[in-house]
């Protein structure tokens, strides 16, 4: 093993086995999520019977829509309970008493939510959404493949860039709540912000053609609708491989400013207590 | 004597607090206009500290003591002044300073709350980038200092604080660190885990030559642990000396305590005071530098029937109380 990145890997598997612990709590989030779908997709669906020229087919509404359910967890929303209980405690302290890079050391730890926790909640959903619903002749509103083997293949690599970005995210955000004490300012501003701006809401694709350009250009697009757009091909080709830039892009600008923050932070902390 | 191992210089740190004022009213003029108050916690301390010294740092609650602790260990850095463990700067060479050090926390836990007790151990291996055989070695015999074995598979939630305390030093020490601080760390423990913990600092101390610093409410700890105590105050150091050094100074009488073969009435005793007097026994106090023991005790054996003396010391904690007094801090 590589043994400059052993310990980060260490934290990784640790929270990783940890979280897949967590079974109970991803069956019941799995059958609000698959109830949320429905409505969503029935909502979509109504909306789309009076809309004349839209800008994605219901088709391609309905495949962001199950794949925004099953990718859920993996958006930066709230804070890391255990975090949030460490700075609460203090026992936050005791990161900076390991000789690791801290943000490292809090990245590999995001990761690891930021892949356990989703992989127990996307299976099972793409599953139902993919393969249950056509088996129940609801193909209609079922989860269809990829636009193409190339579509797949990028699709594959944007993840890969989601759960980067959404560790980023996570990291920037625990570095906010070290500063102010508390999650629930974060919790509270970037719940609404990431649902929304991530696409989870309504798809990206569908609000306002004066508003495109910006939503593409700010990091949230980035943990969900890049690759929603390429699953479902209305990212190709080189759209595609700019979209993904744009990923790879801002999880380094991110990355920069977590880790510039982070440095603020720790020179400047306070123990309470004396 | 070796070279100072910890040298600690001027050491200062003021923390800036955000002061709420009361009602409504005060909370909406604190939007627009913070009134701040600089808290000084640490106002220049210094001291030297050789290689394989233990020291207990002790004073009241907001004295100071953690906050030099945290120094040390690289967690905060200080306003001014300067310090050097084993020649790193803990704040500036963090790293290379905290791979060298133990530390424990006794009101937090290093231990990962759902996860044995094991995975912990072996996550803080692998931290620490501890080779497998070293970590064999080093482990087995924690176990056995610290009777581990049947803890080892136990989640970490499931523990009693005494268990989960000699896990805590267990982790603390898995890299074999040369120095170890300890804040706290028999804090809510009952009698025989604090026994536990103190032997165990005892034996890394005097016989594998580990640096100790140690804070504790418990006198006792430091009776048993300490050679060198430092006591702090007000974020300065008061006092910094041996144990003994610190009762003469601070509160050097003893007492005698007396028991009559028959009910006595209270009198005057020459060169001593009476603290207590109950018909068959009775506790005086007297200073040994103007009143010799076997001079009162002559005295009192002579002057009545008695069966028997005991001579003591006030207890330590009395002694410190009598410090905080005399240094006028609010203990």
């Known amino acids: ?274 | 004597m070796t070279a100072s191992n910890i040298v600690v210089d001027g050491l200062t740190k003021s923390f800036h607090v955000a002061e709420r004022r009361a009602g409504a009213l005060g909370a909406t003029v604190g939007l627009f206009r913070r009134r701040r108050r600089t808290i000084e916690a640490l106002k220049g301390i210094s001291f030297r500290l050789a290689d394989g010294e233990l020291l207990g740092l002790i004073g009241p609650n907001g004295a100071g003591k953690s906050t030099t602790i945290k120094i040390l260990c690289g967690i905060l850095e200080p306003s001014a002044g300067h310090c050097e463990v084993g020649g790193l700067v803990p704040w500036r060479e963090r790293i290379r300073h905290v791979a060298r050090i133990g530390a424990v926390f006794g009101q937090r836990t290093q231990l990962w709350w759902d996860l044995p007790v094991i995975e912990s151990f072996e996550l803080l291996r692998d931290i620490y980038r501890v080779p497998q055989a070293r970590y064999r070695t080093t482990m087995d015999a924690l176990i056995s200092m610290l009777d581990l074995q049947r803890l080892l598979d136990t989640p970490v939630r499931q523990l009693s604080l005494g268990q989960r305390m000699r896990c805590e030093i267990a982790a603390a020490m898995l890299h074999e660190p040369r120095v170890l601080f300890l804040d706290e760390p028999t804090i809510g423990l009952d009698a025989v885990a604090k026994l536990a913990v103190r032997d165990f600092v005892k034996t890394l101390n005097r016989e594998r030559g580990v640096t100790v610093i140690l804070t504790t409410h418990d006198m006792h700890d430091v009776e048993a642990l300490a050679e060198r105590v430092i006591v702090i105050g007000n974020g300065s150091i008061l006092a910094d000396g041996s144990l003994s050094a610190l009762r003469r100074g601070a509160l050097a009488e003893r007492r005698l305590l007396v028991f009559f073969a028959n009910d006595i009435a209270p009198t005057e005793i020459p060169g001593a005071s009476v603290r207590r007097w109950e018909g068959r026994s009775a506790e005086l106090s007297f200073d040994p530098r103007v009143t010799s023991a076997h001079g009162l005790i002559a005295h009192v054996t002579s002057r009545f029937d008695v069966e028997d003396v005991h001579l003591d010391e006030p207890p330590i904690e009395e002694v410190i109380a009598r410090f905080y007094a005399l240094h006028a801090i609010d203990a």
């Open chain 1, 1 to 274: 093993m590589n043994t400059a990145l052993r310990p980060y890997q260490a934290v990784f598997r640790a929270r990783f086995s940890l979280l897949m612990q967590y079974r109970a709590a991803a069956l019941a989030g799995f059958g609000t999520q698959c109830w949320w779908g429905a409505i969503k997709i029935m909502v979509l669906a109504a909306f789309f019977r009076g809309a004349g020229a839209t800008p994605m087919t219901l088709r391609q509404a309905i495949d962001y829509i199950w794949l925004a359910q099953a990718l859920l967890t993996l958006l930066p929303w709230s804070v890391d309970p255990d975090v949030a209980r460490m700075v609460r405690s203090g026992d936050v302290g005791y990161d900076r008493l390991r000789p690791l890079d801290t943000y490292g050391f809090w990245y590999a730890r995001a990761v690891a939510r930021r892949t356990a926790t989703p992989l127990l909640r996307a299976i099972p959903m793409v599953l139902t959404a993919g393969l249950l619903l056509p088996l129940l002749g609801l193909s209609e509103w079922a989860l269809s493949p990829p636009a193409g083997w190339n579509a797949a293949l990028l699709f594959a690599v944007s993840l890969v860039l989601v759960v980067a970005l959404a560790a980023a995210v996570s990291t920037l955000m625990e570095i906010i709540t070290v500063a102010a004490l508390s999650e629930r300012g974060v919790n509270m501003i970037m719940g609404g912000v990431v649902i929304v701006f991530s696409g989870n809401l309504i798809p990206l694709p569908l609000l306002p053609d004066w508003l495109q350009p910006f939503l593409q250009l700010q990091p949230f697009a980035g943990l969900l609708d890049t690759p929603l757009r390429i699953y479902s091909g209305l990212f190709s080709g080189s759209d595609a491989v700019i979209a993904l830039g744009r990923q790879a892009l801002w999880v380094m600008v991110l990355a920069a400013i977590g880790r510039a923050a982070m440095a603020r932070v720790m020179a400047r902390l306070q123990a309470q207590g004396g």
